[in-house]
């Protein structure tokens, strides 16, 4: 039987979208020529070996009408709303330069923009053809949720199996608000019956609710300081922007799910375009979308923020109960009944190198098989905040309003408090829905920021908070890929690459066998089709072709550095980052081990992301030639820099813009998650991390959430 989605997850064009891009046809023609130079129809002779139908379709498919007749409409309006302001810029200039030489050379458009984007060294030119390769990361899907691409390359979303045990209810339905189906006349009755006092006031256009403690975000942090305060017998509401699935919702299919799962539809870079950035933003923020990797602070960190940073939180058996209470709740399990094709790549290149190979603990049943939980898990397996904390919220009284974006926090001058300067009363928001015109303003004796690392310094500056530290440290764990092709017909790992558990295995980078400090780990990723050929490096049509032919069968893994270097973010989407020296030298040493481990376990070719396709075959490659190769990795400059190779790195870990500090002169807020500046006001988030943490946040953001949330419940009981 097949499955029902959710409107806003399902595949095809709604009939109510409008494109609002504003290419003129000039630009539109253009641009479809990039698509097809990207991804040319070719002709049969081209395949290799004997292709079915559905290859030969493939094969012969264009990229300025490929899958869908709107595909370069979408590819348009994606660079006009997923591009900074300065890529959007010079795709603007190349667009014009091309729609130019498009008037002059008419005959054989496809060519001559292939010799135009050539000339790989241009910072404006590599820009333009990441923005345009983005179109890639939204792979149409018709109104059946399907793709005449898939079935070629091997790829399914298994939209007919048996779903008879996905839970069907909505277990926060009893406590939720979802803006975007009200209306003005109805959000106020909405609001009231789920017991709201709400107050308005028409000249204002507002509608005032008063409660105890207002939480702005439901991820990691959100999800459990509202669980603890709410099970405290405080009237919690939750503010959440993005919107309200559930397992039977998801999809799994890419374009829609990144675009209403992620910030920016997973479309967001640095301003300089050096590293691509994934961050959760619907119910559950990046407990909902991220890989399951549940793994407890590392000891020597805590040591470290104890003692170094001063810090005696970190250090406490308080902390360390939380842990344990963390994963007590989001259903943590050590073990894993059957490992996933890429999973056992990792782990067998390690046997076979004698390295040590580490069980990564996932927030889900030791039986859970799903590699697409990066769409939102839809066998309802894993544990976001979604399925747990936010669960217990709801269930003790919480509101949470979805579709409601917090402005600004409402600040007011102390002159009866501790010594801060401000005291917070509360949150001015509005909902995304156009047609409710009207402010909501939750006046509360608590506000509590959780709406994330890229979030909450935006907002805060925005309110008139004014510490130097809001916004700085920015840390982001920035990862390098690397791939091995693994065909199947030689091959003794079963399986496809979007299948099983995503990061059940991981293996530490060590400085030496005597020194055991950590330079990198190595996990495994999950991509759909989409951003696989986003990743890949344009070589040519035909190259393009084949390497998505051999998406299914290709093991991505990453190296991940615990970062020296740090970036900031003072506005909403304009992020900047810089590595470190040392966390470069950390990258290509994880990218080396990397590749190795995919040789080891019997790579027939392997390479990374670079620029210009770097690879080799690797059967029976022999150690001098494979050191010389490995050897001409270089370090993670990205497509901006002034080089002629370049690698664009990602991260999907954001900590540390509002670091806790025992100071104003050191943090933004101190031990507890109060706002040095402003009384009443806390953070809950990744942002209060005073470092980069080496390991996925999540557990430690979730245990620092329920020891500030703990410390905020004593305080508004006495």
Same mark, same amino acid.
């Given at each position: 039987?097949?499955?029902?989605y ?27 020529s ?16 004997q292709p079915?139908?559905?290859v ?110 996905v ?6 339905? #009893? ?101 691509m ?5 619907t119910?559950?923020?990046?407990s ?34 939380a842990?344990?209470?963390? !994963? ?21 290149? !390690? ?5 040590k ?24 397996? #894993? ?67 959780? !709406? ?7 907002l ?16 982001l764990h ?10 199947e ?11 099983g ?69 003072k ?85 540390g ?22 009384e ?16 996925n ?8 959430a329920? !020891?500030?949330?703990? #410390? ?7």
């Amino acid at each position: 039987m097949r499955r029902e989605y959710h409107q806003l997850l399902r595949g095809g064009r709604r009939r109510e979208d409008k494109y609002s891009h504003g290419f003129s046809s000039g630009e539109m023609q253009s641009l479809g020529s990039i698509c097809e130079v990207l991804f040319p129809p070719l002709p049969l002779n081209s395949i290799e070996g004997q292709p079915s139908e559905a290859v030969q379709r493939f094969y012969q498919s264009s990229g300025s009408q490929f899958p869908v007749p709107d595909e370069s409409m979408q590819a348009a309006e994606l660079v006009a709303k997923r591009g900074t302001v300065e890529a959007s810029i010079l795709v603007a200039l190349h667009q014009q330069l091309l729609k130019h030489l498009l008037g002059e050379e008419r005959e054989n458009p496809p060519e001559m923009v292939q010799t135009f984007t050539a000339n790989t060294h241009q910072t404006c030119i590599r820009l333009h053809q990441i923005l345009e390769l983005v179109h890639f990361l939204h792979p149409g899907a018709d109104e059946n949720s399907q793709n005449p691409a898939w079935e070629a390359i091997g790829y399914h979303t298994n939209t007919d199996e048996n779903h008879s045990k996905v839970p069907k209810e909505r277990p926060l339905q #009893k406590g939720m608000v979802e803006t975007m189906k009200e209306t003005e006349s109805t959000l106020v009755q909405s609001l009231t019956q789920k017991g709201l006092e709400v107050i308005e006031l028409p000249e204002q256009k507002l509608y005032k609710i008063k409660c105890d403690v207002v939480v702005v975000g439901s991820g990691c942090g959100g999800g459990v300081a509202a669980a603890v305060l709410a099970g405290s017998g405080h009237k919690v509401v939750v503010l959440e922007k993005g919107n309200y699935f559930t397992a039977a919702d998801y999809s799994s299919l890419e374009g829609p799910s990144m675009n209403q799962l992620f910030e920016s539809g997973g479309v967001l870079p640095t301003v300089d375009g050096n590293m691509m950035i994934l961050a959760g933003s619907t119910v559950g923020g990046g407990s909902a979308v991220n890989w399951s990797a549940s793994i407890k602070t590392p000891n020597s960190v805590l040591r470290e923020w104890a003692e170094d940073h001063k810090l005696p939180l970190f250090g406490s058996s308080q902390y360390l109960s939380a842990m344990d209470a963390v !994963c007590e709740r989001i259903g943590v399990t050590e073990t894993c009944t059957e490992e996933g094709f890429q999973n056992q790549v990792l782990r067998k290149g !390690c046997e076979n190198l004698g390295l040590k190979v580490h069980i990564v603990p996932r927030n889900s049943s030791e039986n859970h098989y799903c590699g697409s939980c990066s769409y939102g898990c839809r066998s309802g397996d #894993k544990k976001g905040t979604d399925s747990t904390w936010l669960v217990d919220a709801v269930n003790s009284g919480a509101v949470i309003l979805t579709g409601c974006k917090a402005e600004k926090f409402l600040l007011k001058k102390n002159s009866h408090g501790r010594g801060k300067r401000k005291k917070c009363l509360g949150v001015i928001a509005r909902t995304l829905n156009k047609t409710i015109r009207n402010r909501i303003q939750i006046e509360a004796k608590v506000t509590i920021s959780a !709406c994330g690392s890229l979030l909450t310094p935006p907002l805060m500056i925005s309110s008139g908070l004014k510490n130097k530290h809001i916004g700085q440290n920015l840390h982001l764990h920035p990862v390098a890929m690397v791939w091995g092709y693994f065909p199947e017909f030689n091959s003794e790992f079963k399986g496809k690459s979007y299948e099983g558990g995503i990061i059940t295995s991981m293996n530490k980078v060590v400085s030496s066998e005597e020194d055991s400090q950590v330079r990198a780990i190595i996990e495994t990723a999950a991509f759909g089709p989409g951003s696989f050929a986003a990743l890949c490096p344009w070589e040519s049509g035909l190259d393009m072709k084949r390497r998505i032919m051999k998406y299914a069968r290709t093991v991505q893994l990453f190296a991940m550095v615990r970062d020296e270097g740090f970036g900031k973010v003072k506005v909403e989407g304009r992020i900047s980052y810089n590595l470190s020296e040392n966390d470069k030298e950390n990258i290509r040493a994880g990218v080396r081990q990397a590749l190795r481990i995919l040789i080891a376990a019997g790579a027939v070719e392997v390479g990374t992301y670079r620029s210009d396709g770097q690879r080799i075959k690797s059967k029976g490659i022999k150690e001098k030639e494979l050191e010389e190769f490995l050897n001409s990795v270089s370090g993670a400059e990205g497509p901006k820099a002034l080089v002629e190779k370049w690698t664009i790195t990602g991260t999907a870990h954001q900590m540390g813009s509002c670091r806790m500090g025992r100071s104003e002169k050191e943090g933004v807020v101190d031990e507890n998650g109060e706002g040095w500046e402003a009384e009443s006001l806390f953070v809950c988030d990744g942002s209060v991390l005073p470092t980069a943490v080496g390991v996925n946040p999540m557990i430690t953001i979730q245990s620092t959430a329920y !020891c500030i949330s703990k #410390k905020i419940a004593e305080s508004l009981g006495k």
